[in-house]
């Protein structure tokens, strides 16, 4: 997420030389693109953390530090 960004609720997934933003409401791709297999486990971590994401989002949008969120197991 970046401190100054656009709506709606989304985060930057980078991949070596790939990105995509991922919409964290509706759980999918806005815009880039990613590999199968690693699109597959950032929508999978996406899914289970949303809720810290939306909070996250709402922090960020108030320039405040977001918190960390646990990787996906």
Request: charged letters at 30%.
């Amino acid at each position: 997420m970046f401190w100054r960004d656009h709506g709606p609720p989304h985060f930057h997934a980078l991949y070596g030389e790939h990105e995509a933003l991922i919409n964290i409401r509706e759980l999918r791709v806005t815009r880039g693109s990613l590999p199968r297999r690693a699109m597959a486990l950032v929508l999978e971590w996406t899914a289970e953390h949303r809720d810290e994401l939306m909070e996250d989002w709402n922090l960020c949008s108030q320039l405040k530090t977001p918190k960390p969120i646990e990787p996906l197991r």
